[in-house]
């Protein structure tokens, strides 16, 4: 089964950048993630969705 929420350290394995642009990126308004206490973590379907918004305002912006 696989996992729906991803770290911040394999974020930014996912997204194939360093660890502390991940971190600018979580503390981003508007960027799903959810925070348990210190943890920081980013569920998978949200990021994707916040992948395609991102994607097509960038395009529009063209």
């Known amino acids: 089964m696989e996992k729906a929420t991803l770290s911040v350290d394999e974020l930014a394995q996912y997204l194939g950048i360093s660890r502390p642009k991940a971190y600018e990126l979580v503390h ?3 960027f799903p993630k959810i925070s348990i206490g ?8 949200a990021l994707l969705a916040w992948m395609d918004r ?9």
Do not use: D
């Not at 210190?38 to 379907?45: L, N, S, T």
């Not at 991102?54 to 395009?59: S, W």
């Open 54 to 62: 991102e994607a097509g305002t960038a395009a529009e912006m063209q």
């Open 28 to 30: 981003m308004a508007g």
């Open 38 to 45: 210190r943890r920081i973590i980013v569920p998978k379907e």
